[in-house]
Structures are given as C-alpha cells and as structure tokens.
C-alpha cells in the first residue's frame, strides 16, 4: 500500500490486515456488527425518540427526568454515529458501494465522541441528584431542581464539544492503491497533530475522564445510595429521622430507576475499560483486541438503546403515560376493536318484560291499565282502593334508561319504594335495573 502524497505525513493505508484477521473473526464481525448492531441501532433509535417524548410531557417535570431526558437525546446521537462509524466500517468490506465510506467517518468520529462524552457525564449528573435527594436531603431543595439540571447539562455538553473539537484535525483522507489490485482505497490517516497528542489526549486522558473516573464515581455514588435506602426502608432503624418537610422527599421509583441506569452503565462499559487498560500498559494480540474491541463498541449502543426497558418496568409514571399514548395511539388507528372484550359492550336494548320481571313487586297489567300490588304510603296494597293507571303499549324493545330520576317511567306506576335494600339487593343481583345510585349502594 502506499499512498499518492508522499510529503504528507506517512500514512499506513490498508483495507485488509492479515495480522488482526481471521475467518472465524470474520464470522464473529458479521454477525455481531454487520447484523446485530443495525437491528440494535433501529431499537434503539425509536426507544429514544419515545424516551425523549414522555420525558418531556409536563407531568415527568423533575430534576432527575431532566437529566434523563438529556441522556436520550445524547444516546440517540450515539447510536446514529455508531452506525456510521462501526457498521459502515466493517460492512465496506462487503459492500462495494461504500468504499467511500471514510467521507462519512472521519466527520462522524468526533461527533460520536462528543454524544458519548455527554451520555457519560449525563449519566454522572444524574447519579449526583440521586446521591443528593436520598443522602443529603438539606440539600435537595438548592440542588435538585429544574433548572439547576438543565443548567449542568447545557454545561456538559458545552464542556463536551471543547474537549472533542481537537479530533476534528487529527485525521483527513486520502487516497490509497493497492499493491495486488491496483485499486483506489480512500482511507482515514492521522496528521502530525495525531501523533502530537496521540499518547496524552488519545490514549491517558480519555481512559481517565472517559472510562476509569466515571466508572469509580459511579460505582462508590450508587453504593452510597443502595446503603441510604435500603436504611431507611427499614422501620426499626432508629438513625433514620423524618424529614419534616416531606415535599421534596425523593420517589422510590426515581431513585430505583437512577440505580438501574447506573448498573446498566456500569455494566455495559467494562469491557471498553479492560480495552482501554490493557491496549495502554500492555501489547496484546491484535486479534483479540478485535474481538474485545466489537463487543465493547456494541455494549455501548446497547447501553444506549435499552435505558426505555429500564423506565418501564421501574417507573410508574413512566409506565402509566406510555401505557396511555400507546393505548391512544390504538384507537387513533383503530386497532382497538379487535382487541376489546365483548363483555364490556353491553347492549343497550332489553325486553319490556324482562324490565317488569325486575321489579320486586310485579304489577298486573290488564286491559293496558296497571294494577300495583306493592305497599302503598298509606300501608294498603296499591290495587285496593286507589284508581288503575292507564299506561300506553310499549314496543316490544325499549333503551335502557339514561337518568336516574326513573325506570322508564315505572316508578310512578306504583308506590313499591326501591330504596328498600331487599329491592336493592335483588336489582343488584340482576344486574343492576334499578337506578345506579341504588345500585351502588
């Protein structure tokens, strides 16, 4: 290989290195890169955009939800970079198409390193407001505030854009030819600022503000905070004392949710600090730092894709606004008919004679006049000394009555008073015909 700019700084172009390649690596590469990341990356790009929907509804307004909220819009950029940045590198081999895929990376590369940056020091932050409210509660209602969260998070990012914007000239592109094939490769090489500050801002400085520093914070900020709560869910714990103002005490499931994130993170980004340390003080294999190197980079789009499963099963707020847009989204398409229940449509026409077989005391209907046989005011049967009603003939099916002032009109056909609770208990059996005050009751 050999490149056409020989005054530039040397520059070892290759598309294939046979010393880090194999073909059960290959296999390993397409399998976990070429196929799994893209089906990951889909995920996760449409758990973010839900995350960065709820979490931005007015009722999820609170200082750790804030950071959150960052966090899915950090990890979405993280998760669109590392497609251009993983997958398209490994699937260049595969797809002619994308020889020129460099154009893309090298662009791509420091914007992947500031989203990454950001979703660390989000995830940082957002342990701090955890570690505050449950273990330093004086200082929740300073601290854990709105707007103090969004302005340490405009502060990262800002923060994170300086530190990064020195990888932009580190690298450019150029244009390489093959030995064997004769063909032009363009391919990313570093400049003399690369090789200025590889060893110190490449190499030191990012396993320590990128990867050792923030997994130790992490690791001692979430102790802390498991200890503190499961204390204080202990009744017989007398070192526990109340807080007196119990408004700015911090929800169970908030801080439940916080831990999780922070397991996850921890979790996920271990093996990129085992990377990162042995690539430092030791010479391993190459392939193997590949190998290591794949699984790591598709821990982090992990780690970035799943936070919404998380949110899910241990935030109830969370989980009750999703449940209920999805639940709207249903009807918006109407996919709600076919899962409904038939039992929770009632129909709304019944029998004239299955209405006056509800009734505790039938009346005798005879010559369209309606002779009551309950207890009148006066104590007597309503058929003896008191005039027949006329009552029209119905239709053989009437709608159930919509008010409660009566049963279609049958309270005013006889004196049997339907507050009676025998009368309300027999309603109440069959199915409730009486009105819904009484069958409340």
């Not at 709105?146 to 990888?167: D, E, F, H």
């Not at 076919?338 to 009632?346: A, E, L, V, Y």
């Amino acid at each position: 290989m050999e490149t056409t700019d020989r005054n530039n700084t040397t520059c070892i172009c290759s598309d294939l290195q046979t010393d880090d390649y194999s073909p059960t690596y290959a296999w390993y590469n397409y399998v976990l890169i070429i196929f799994a990341l893209p089906t990951l990356s889909i995920f996760g790009v449409c758990t973010n955009i839900i995350n960065l929907f709820i979490y931005s509804r007015r009722r999820m307004k609170s200082s750790a939800n804030t950071y959150l909220l960052f966090l899915a819009c950090s990890d979405f950029l993280v998760i669109l970079t590392g497609l251009f940045i993983f997958w398209i590198d490994s699937a260049r081999s595969y797809i002619p198409e994308l020889t020129r895929a460099p154009y893309t990376t090298v662009y791509t590369l420091p914007l992947g390193y500031m989203a990454q940056t950001c979703s660390v020091y989000f995830t940082v932050a957002a342990a701090v407001d955890c570690y505050v409210n449950v273990c330093i509660r004086r200082l929740a209602p300073s601290y854990c505030s709105v707007k103090n969260a969004k302005q340490i998070c405009y502060a990262i990012t800002a923060l994170s854009i300086l530190y990064n914007s020195l990888r932009f000239p580190q690298f450019n592109l150029r244009t390489c030819y093959h030995d064997l094939s004769e063909e032009a490769i363009i391919e990313i090489c570093p400049t003399t600022l690369f090789l200025a500050i590889n060893t110190f801002y490449n190499v030191y400085l990012y396993m320590v503000l990128m990867t050792l520093l923030p997994f130790l914070f992490l690791l001692i900020l979430n102790a802390f905070i498991i200890v503190q709560q499961s204390s204080s869910q202990r009744p017989h714990n007398q070192h526990y004392i109340i807080e007196p103002d119990q408004k700015n005490k911090p929800s169970s499931d908030d801080t439940i949710t916080m831990i999780m994130v922070v397991v996850l993170f921890l979790a996920c980004n271990t093996l990129a600090l085992f990377v990162n340390m042995i690539e430092t003080f030791f010479e391993p294999d190459h392939l193997l730092i590949n190998y290591l190197s794949d699984a790591s980079n598709f821990l982090i789009i992990f780690n970035s894709s799943v936070n919404c499963v998380i949110y899910f099963i241990f935030n109830k707020d969370y989980r009750a606004l999703f449940l209920q847009h999805y639940a709207r989204m249903k009807r918006l398409l109407g996919m709600d008919y076919f899962c409904c229940r038939s039992g929770d449509r009632r129909t709304s026409y019944q029998p004239v004679t299955a209405i006056h077989e509800k009734i505790a005391q039938p009346s005798i209907l005879e010559n369209g006049k309606i002779q009551g046989n309950g207890p009148s005011e006066n104590g007597r049967p309503a058929g003896q000394g008191s005039p027949p009603l006329e009552l029209p003939e119905p239709p053989v099916w009437q709608p159930r009555p919509l008010t409660d002032d009566g049963l279609l009109g049958l309270d005013t056909l006889t004196t049997t008073d339907l507050s009676d609770p025998k009368y309300r208990w027999n309603a109440a059996e069959n199915d409730c015909w009486v009105p819904r005050q009484a069958c409340l009751l």
